[in-house]
């Protein structure tokens, strides 16, 4: 059965204090791993695809890196507007679904 | 763009009573997909259409849940008759294209079932 695991589960930071969320997958033939950001009250925020072990792409304060069985979102020094809950998400490669991580909290301390 | 609209944004409804949830998603998407959301169970997908075709509802939890989607800019998920344990946050998305591309969510709509 396919399954996403992310850890930690919540991770407190202070501000400027770099760190990495994992994200480890089981899943035949990988399609999409996806990254995700959700703050409260509000819908998930699409940050990153990644198709293929090695790939990276980043994005301000964020990179997020693959391997063949997990990926990596690495925040360099972060801020306090960072804190919010990172969602991974692979896609089941017969089915086209979407399976989601349940997510890490991020709380970024000034 | 206006991005993937759902309403009400909030409902509160007592037991047995009927609720739907509607959903705008992005113009010129054809792929659309309903959530939900509990802490005990992290994104849960539902249901997903494919040009206004359902293509795999092994997500709907019983047959109490039924979603429509009647054209490309419209869809519908209800529950008759509702109970305390569906409440959650619904979530809508859409993409461009099946397949592995991002998904866009909506904000979202609280379901409180009394």
């Known amino acids: 059965e396919d399954q996403v695991t992310q850890s930690p589960e919540a991770l407190r930071l202070q501000e400027g204090e770099s760190s990495s969320l994992n994200c480890s997958y089981t899943?035949?033939?990988?399609?999409?791993l996806f990254w995700y950001r959700q703050d409260p009250g509000k819908g998930p925020e699409f940050l990153f695809t990644?198709?293929?072990a090695g790939e990276e792409k980043e994005k301000e304060r964020l990179k997020a890196t693959l391997t063949k069985k997990e990926s990596f979102l690495h925040i360099t020094a972060p801020k306090p507007e960072d804190s919010a809950t990172y969602l991974c998400?692979?896609?089941?490669?017969?089915?086209?679904?979407?399976?989601f991580g349940t997510g890490t909290r991020l709380k970024v301390l000034a | 763009d206006a991005g993937v609209i759902q309403s009400p944004r909030h409902e509160v409804t007592e037991m047995g009573q009927e609720v739907t949830l509607r959903c705008k998603p992005i113009?010129?998407?054809?792929?659309l997909f309903w959530y939900r959301q509990t802490m005990m169970r992290g994104l849960e997908l539902l249901i997903y259409?494919?040009?206004?075709?359902?293509?795999?509802d092994s997500g709907m939890p019983e047959d109490r849940f039924s979603a429509k989607m009647p054209n490309a800019s419209f869809s519908t998920l209800k529950i008759q008759p509702s109970e305390p344990r569906d409440s959650a946050v619904y979530f809508c998305?859409?993409?461009?294209?099946?397949?592995?591309?991002?998904?866009?969510f909506g904000p979202g709509t609280r379901l409180t079932v009394t």
């Open positions: 259409f494919n040009n206004n075709v359902p293509i795999d």
């Open positions: 998400a692979v896609q089941d490669p017969g089915t086209y679904k979407y399976i």
């Open positions: 998305a859409s993409s461009s294209q099946q397949g592995a591309y991002e998904q866009y």
């Open positions: 113009s010129g998407h054809n792929s």
């Open positions: 899943v035949s033939g990988l399609r999409g």
């Open positions: 990644l198709y293929s």
